[in-house]
């Protein structure tokens, strides 16, 4: 059994407040919003980071970027503006080492980020 939060989530081992699902991902509220739509975008596969992706998960990388746009829609962000990022490994902010975007709408965005 992983010791993976995510890998627990995803399971089912964990609750969590999910939003939408296919076959290769799960979304979920984060449980320590940072607006006022914060949903967590992850695959069901164990994948330690972005940097892990690779060309064989090609499929994959696109399944979880076209559920990204599908969870803004269903979230009512996508038309008027939404960020997603992911954070990749400890010095850019990844607590979680389990591939997952972040979808965050529902107020105006600043930049530079961070």
């Not at 076959?23 to 940072?34: K, T």
């Not at 164990?46 to 076209?66: C, K, M, Q």
């Not at 962000?77 to 010095?91: C, F, I, K, M």
Request: aromatic share 6%.
């Amino acid at each position: 059994m992983s010791e993976c939060l995510f890998c627990k989530i995803a399971s089912g081992e964990i609750a969590a407040d999910r939003v939408a699902e296919g076959p290769g991902w799960i979304a979920f509220r984060d449980i320590a919003p940072q607006a006022p739509t914060h949903i967590l975008i992850i695959p069901r596969e164990h994948i330690g980071s972005l940097n892990d992706l690779d060309v064989a998960r090609t499929e994959l990388a696109g399944e979880l970027l076209l559920a990204c746009r599908d969870v803004a829609r269903r979230e009512g962000v996508a038309d008027p503006g939404y960020r997603l990022l992911t954070n990749t490994n400890r010095e850019a902010g990844q607590l979680v080492p389990h591939l997952h975007f972040h979808l965050l709408g529902g107020r105006e965005m600043g930049w530079p980020p961070g």
